[in-house]
């Protein structure tokens, strides 16, 4: 069994530094209207945090629902965003059936789970998903497993070529991958799946 290892963020700061789509980057926002615009069916945004990338799809009419283990998150999203889903919800077992998803998005939610937890909840993420359901993973990379200097909670650094094994390992197809380096910033890669 395996047991959450991350300490509770502080929400309302990381809300404030991080929980608003216009300081997202603009090729991010891009990459996930376009990743959503394939998608027709169910999705859920995978540790949602602040919420502001479940009710960036929301409003483009995605039938998404966010969800995270922080409840502080939570009650925020509700809050901010009044006409969206969401709800606590552990990664490591999510309250939805087999199959039951077209998408699942995890856009910089898998740094903070520790190098033991993930393939795990890789294939959590694959049980949900129906055949050919979409992923998309967001994630700094660097070194696999190396711990990061996160401002809030513990994150780490993973590799693209590490994250498609583990994907693999999880019964996905990897159908695209992107990486970027913006002056000032960690290295970004972003990974497109389906599950198999």
């Known amino acids: 069994m395996f047991r959450f290892t991350r300490p509770t963020p502080r929400a309302a700061d990381y809300t404030s530094a991080l929980g608003a789509i216009e300081d997202m980057h603009e ?4 990459r996930i209207e376009r990743w959503a615009g394939k998608i027709s069916g169910p999705v859920i945004d995978a540790g949602c945090g602040p919420g502001h990338w479940t009710d960036f799809l929301h409003k483009r009419g995605i039938d998404i629902s966010g969800v995270d283990l922080v409840p502080e998150f939570i009650e925020r999203a509700r809050v901010r965003f009044p006409d969206v889903s969401f709800r606590v919800s552990s990664l490591r077992a999510l309250d939805v059936a087999d199959g039951s998803l077209n998408g699942v998005l995890a856009w910089y939610s898998l740094i903070h789970l520790t190098p033991a937890e993930l393939p795990h909840i890789l294939s959590e993420l694959a049980r949900v ?5 979409h992923l998309l993973v967001g994630f700094f990379e660097g070194a696999s497993a190396e711990p990061l200097d996160h401002a809030i909670t513990e994150a780490y650094y993973w590799s693209v070529g590490q ?3 583990l994907l693999a390992d999880a019964g996905f197809e990897v159908l695209d991958v992107e990486t970027r380096q913006d002056p000032g910033r960690r290295p970004h890669a972003a990974i497109a799946a389906i599950a198999g």
């Open 163 to 165: 994250i498609s094994r």
């Open 27 to 30: 090729l991010d926002r891009r």
């Open 129 to 133: 998903l129906g055949l050919q359901g």
